[in-house]
């Protein structure tokens, strides 16, 4: 069983930034795919970034690349998603997520079918 607690939403000025943190716990995490996806009122939930444990390659949606960044330390078995340049389209509740997953960062980053656990998620509202 893997819990995944998400923080760092808030509501924040369009140009500003927020750091969301993905805390992980009940599992080790050397060999998986960390995921961050958001849904926006209305919409479906849709990829963001994702993030290699082992290693640190990582892989953006085209919305935010140039915008956001996903990281992981090891040592706190946390993923951040620092989003800078934030958008009023960028309002959504953002979700992390865990896969055990091995192939392709590119193939299945993306794809929500390949994680395994999600956190409750982080209400993220960026204002024009």
Do not use: H
Request: with cysteine.
């Amino acid at each position: 069983q893997v819990q995944l607690v998400e923080s760092g939403g808030g509501l924040v000025q369009a140009g500003g930034s927020l750091r969301l943190s993905c805390a992980a716990s009940g599992r080790t995490f050397s060999s998986y795919l960390m995921g961050w996806f958001c849904q926006a009122p209305g919409k479906e939930r849709e990829f963001v970034a994702a993030i290699r444990w082992s290693g640190g390659s990582t892989y953006y949606a085209d919305s935010v690349k140039g915008r956001f960044t996903i990281s992981r330390d090891n040592a706190k078995n946390t993923v951040y998603l620092q989003m800078n340049n934030l958008e009023p389209k960028d309002t959504a509740v953002y979700y992390c997520a865990v896969s055990s997953w091995g192939g392709s960062l590119r193939a299945y980053g993306p794809r929500q079918d390949v994680y395994e656990y999600w956190g409750q998620g982080t209400q993220v509202t960026v204002s024009s």
